[in-house]
């Protein structure tokens, strides 16, 4: 049990790259996301809203973790943000479900779900 007495709370995600670069312009360039810190051959972290994701050189850390991950992402409209996106990174797309949801490859194959935000 943590000892602060407040819930926890997400503040960031960190995956392992091979290819730290290639991670990088994909999740800048594709997604769209904003660098907000960055160390060459070591992380690239960027903010999105109140939590950070980071993309770490896989063993720069003595402490590495397993690899399965998936990170989820809240869109107004997920198959329109796949209109932006090249089809080699789309895997399955859900347009017919609610809420719609989409979900995409990074370049190392970590899942990537957009989910459709709940309206307002």
Same mark, same amino acid.
Request: no cysteine; proline share 6%; net charge negative.
């Given at each position: 049990m943590i000892v602060d007495r407040r819930a926890p709370w997400l503040v960031? #995600?960190?995956?392992?790259? $091979?290819?730290?670069?290639?991670?990088k312009a994909f999740y800048a360039e594709v997604?769209?996301?904003a660098?907000?810190?960055?160390?060459?051959d070591h992380h690239a972290k960027f903010q999105?809203?109140?939590v950070f994701l980071c993309l770490e050189k896989r063993g720069a850390e003595p402490y590495p973790s397993?690899?399965?991950a998936v #990170?989820?992402?809240e869109? $107004?409209?997920p198959g329109r943000a796949l209109a932006e996106v090249e089809s080699q990174h789309l895997v399955q797309h859900e347009a017919s479900a609610t809420p719609r949801w989409a979900v995409l490859h990074d370049p190392e194959g970590h899942n990537?779900?957009?989910l459709e935000a709940p309206a307002t």
């Open positions: 960031g #995600v960190e995956l392992y790259f $091979d290819d730290l670069p290639r991670a997604l769209g996301l660098l907000a810190e960055e160390a060459p999105t809203g109140e397993a690899d399965k #990170v989820f992402f869109v $107004d409209n990537v779900l957009l």
